[in-house]
């Protein structure tokens, strides 16, 4: 079975940086693709950013774009999701997810991704 266990989350005034660590393991860990999201208080939890476990790709949603950076180490089966210039709307319980399933369309032009497993989360706190 899949795990991933997400760390790094704390608190942190407005303008400081955290690196978030999702480590995973099981199933010969080799997903599709890794992802980044997080839930706020009272709110729908929101997809921040994602990467192929296989070569460059990386994507970005408009919450994450020119602050947030995801990476991943393969020889640790972790991805990291930098963030800098935290703001107080960040203040969020972020978490990691993996898709195995590599659901690639349009004669592969196109990934609907699957996020099949999930991390339990790691509080981000930002204070003005």
């Known amino acids: 079975q899949v795990q991933l266990v997400e760390s790094g989350g704390g608190s942190v005034q407005a303008g400081g940086s955290l690196r978030l660590s999702c480590v995973g393991s099981?199933?010969?860990?080799?997903?599709?693709?890794m992802g980044w999201f997080r839930q706020a208080p009272e709110k729908e939890r929101e997809s921040l950013a994602s990467i192929h476990w296989s070569g460059p790709a990386a994507y970005y949603e408009e919450a994450a774009k020119g602050r947030f950076a995801i990476s991943r180490d393969n020889a640790k089966n972790t991805v990291y999701l930098q963030m800098n210039n935290l703001e107080p709307l960040d203040t969020a319980v972020y978490f990691c997810?993996?898709?195995?399933?590599?659901?690639?369309?349009?004669?592969?032009?196109?990934?609907?991704?699957?996020?099949?497993?999930w991390g339990q989360g790691t509080q981000v706190t930002v204070s003005s």
């Open positions: 099981g199933r010969n860990f080799s997903p599709y693709a």
């Open positions: 997810a993996a898709d195995f399933r590599g659901d690639l369309r349009d004669g592969g032009m196109s990934w609907v991704p699957h996020w099949d497993y």
